[in-house]
Antibody, heavy 122, light 106 residues
């Protein structure tokens, strides 16, 4: 059974940093690209970042480019999102997702974690 | 590329035929996905490549379209279909979601 478990969400002050993690199990992790999607309270879904199977290719939404960094450790079957210079508008539930194939943004996300909440507030 | 989804909300009754549209700001071929999201839950992929039904998804759900104009249809709404539905474009570099359509019981 595919499982994705996010962690690392918390309350952080504007300008602060946070690192989210996503632990994967139940599939061959390095066969798949991975993605982060967020959802602000009461709002829609926003794609944040994606990474291909070996970590060589990454992609970012314009809203986080230059502030967030996605990475992965295939040996640890883990995905990460380093978030710097956080803003109030980054407050959201952050979901980790498994892509349909080895690439970024390739034909949809079929497996999701339960999300981890990031709150940016002074 | 911008994805414009409409309507943003829809008041529906059980048994209704429900139609949601998604328009791309430029030709995206058939690189479109439809998701269902229930409150407090992660999204669920229903339709991929604009018109292909995901395995295990009931046949009352369907999708159509190509280029810039896409349609998602529920042929006969069931109580468990009350949710928010999103379209999503993919291009092997990034994803873009539509704004979502929230279904509410009339």
């Amino acid at each position: 059974e595919v499982q994705l478990v996010e962690s690392g969400g918390s309350v952080v002050r504007p300008g602060g940093s946070l690192r989210l993690s996503c632990a994967a199990s139940g599939f061959t992790f390095d066969d798949y690209g991975m993605t982060w999607v967020r959802q602000a309270p009461g709002k829609g879904l926003e794609w944040v970042s994606g990474i291909n199977w070996n970590g060589v290719r990454t992609g970012y939404a314009d809203s986080v480019k230059g502030r967030f960094t996605i990475s992965r450790d295939n040996a640890k079957k883990s995905l990460y999102l380093q978030m710097n210079s956080l803003r109030a508008e980054d407050t959201a539930l952050y979901y980790c997702g498994r892509e349909s194939g080895p690439a970024i943004a390739a034909a949809g996300t079929r497996y999701w974690g339960q999300g981890t909440l990031v709150t940016v507030s002074s | 590329i911008q994805m414009t989804q409409s309507p943003s909300s829809l008041s529906v009754s059980v048994g209704d035929r429900v139609t949601i549209t998604c328009q791309a700001s430029q030709d995206i071929s058939n690189y479109l996905i439809w998701y269902q999201q229930k409150p407090g839950k992660a999204p669920k992929l229903l339709i991929y490549d604009a018109s292909n039904l995901e395995t295990g998804v009931p046949s009352r759900f369907s999708g159509s379209g190509s280029g810039t104009d896409f349609t998602f249809t529920i042929s006969s709404l069931q109580p468990e279909d009350i949710a928010t539905y999103y379209c999503q474009h993919y291009d092997n570099f990034s994803y873009t979601f539509g704004q979502g359509t929230k279904l509410e019981i009339k």
